[in-house]
Each structure stands twice: as C-alpha cells, then as structure tokens.
C-alpha cells in the first residue's frame, strides 16, 4: 500500500523555536507538498518541489522553507516559531505532468505553538 | 482564477437520509474535479473524481458525484448516509495551466444523525 509518512501527529514548540516537519513518501513520486489546513480556510499551499533541490512557493511561503535533499523526503522548515503558525500541517505527493491522479495525503502534523 | 466554493459550513442529516454536499467550480477551461474526505486527525483521502465522459461519477463508500456544467457544479451525493460517513469534505479542481497544482475548498463538515 502505497503511504506517505509524516513522522509526527502532535508537535508542541516554544515561540522562536526552529521547527522541522518531515515527510516521505515511498511511491517514487516527483512531486511533494505542504499544506496548512485552518478551520473556514481549507488548505492553502505553502511550498512545492518538483524534483530533487527544485522547490517553489505556494499562496503562503512567508515563515517558511523547505527541503528536499532526496526524492522520498520533502522537510517543510519553520525558521522561527510564532504562535499563528499553530496550525494543521499535510503533507502530499503525486505523479507529475498531465495525469489524472490526485494527490496522496500523509496523516497531518498537529503543531502547537506557545 | 481558477477556484472552487463549497458554499455549506456544514450538513446535517439522519442516517439513512439522502445526502449531498454542495461545490462549485470557476475553471476557465474544462476541469479536472476531485472529493477528498478527512476523518479527525487523519489526513485527506481520495474518494472520487471527474476528468471527463459520464457526468455521474462513482466512487469509494458508495459515494458518487454529479458534473453539472450549465451550472459550474460538482455536488457530491449518497443515496442512504451512515454515521461513519461524519468526517469533512473537500472539493478541489487540478490547475488548468499546472497539472501538478490543486486548489481546495474550504471544507463541509458532513454530520450524520442516528
């Protein structure tokens, strides 16, 4: 069965804490992104990474980054900590270009800031 | 633009009842249209999908949609709901212009009454 694994469901961070979020996928997918899903707002696209080192911004990259070192792993990076980044955090994958795939989605990170 | 609207907060209905959720679509060009489902804590799970053909679409948990185009909309639909099928519903529709890109509603928390 096909997965994408966030290693972590509950997250609680300092304020100004760096804060890693992992995420891999072990369908040989090229494209891997981050969501962040906020009650009333859906999920809006932080970043995106086409391929190995390629990364690009989503609707909300500010207070973020990313890393993508190896195919199967895409790290979504929080440089410092702030109380309105506590948030549902979703990792998905997919296979690139005209196919008719949707997305795989991971389980979710719930991070809490304080 | 390319968008979608799921005009309900939330739906409530008793099990054994018809149900539907509502979403509408803003697409320049032909879309590709999705349902995701989200139980607590979990990530997004595909259920179905219209590329093109058969306006009715079947999917997983008896689950179907219907492609209206006169009317922008792709509501999804169950002919006898179950309280398993509480959870929350998102609409999304593929990027015309990046296939690798979605856009998601704001979510309709479905309720099932007993």
């Known amino acids: 069965d096909v997965k994408v694994t966030q290693s972590s469901r509950y997250l609680v961070k300092r304020t100004g804490e760096k804060v890693f979020l992992e995420c891999v996928q072990d369908?040989?997918?090229?494209?891997m992104f981050w969501y962040r899903q906020d009650p009333g707002l859906g999920l809006r696209l932080i970043y995106f990474?086409?391929?190995?080192?390629?990364?690009e911004k989503g609707d909300i990259p500010e207070g973020y980054s990313v890393s993508r070192e190896k195919k199967e792993r895409f790290s979504l990076i929080l440089e410092s900590a702030s109380t309105n980044q506590t948030s549902m955090y979703l990792c998905?994958?997919?296979?690139?270009?005209?196919?008719?795939?949707?997305?795989?989605f991971g389980s979710g990170t719930r991070l809490t800031v304080v | 633009a390319q968008s979608v609207a799921q005009p309900e907060d939330q739906v409530n209905v008793a099990e054994g009842n018809p149900l539907t959720v509502k979403c509408t679509y803003s697409?320049?060009?032909?879309?590709?249209l999705f349902w995701y489902v989200q139980y607590p804590n979990r990530g997004l799970q595909f259920l179905l999908k219209?590329?093109?053909?058969?306006?009715l679409v079947k999917g997983s948990y008896g689950f179907e949609a219907e492609f209206n185009k006169s009317q922008t909309s792709f509501h999804l639909k169950k002919p006898s709901a179950l309280v398993s099928d509480s959870a929350l519903y998102f609409c999304?529709?593929?990027?015309?212009?990046?296939?690798?890109?979605?856009?998601f509603g704001s979510g309709t928390k479905l309720n099932v009454k007993p």
């Open positions: 219209y590329i093109t053909g058969d306006n």
């Open positions: 990474s086409y391929d190995v080192k390629m990364k």
């Open positions: 998905a994958s997919s296979e690139p270009g005209q196919g008719t795939d949707g997305y795989t």
């Open positions: 369908m040989d997918h090229e494209n």
């Open positions: 697409v320049s060009g032909n879309p590709y």
């Open positions: 999304a529709v593929r990027d015309l212009y990046n296939f690798n890109k979605f856009y």
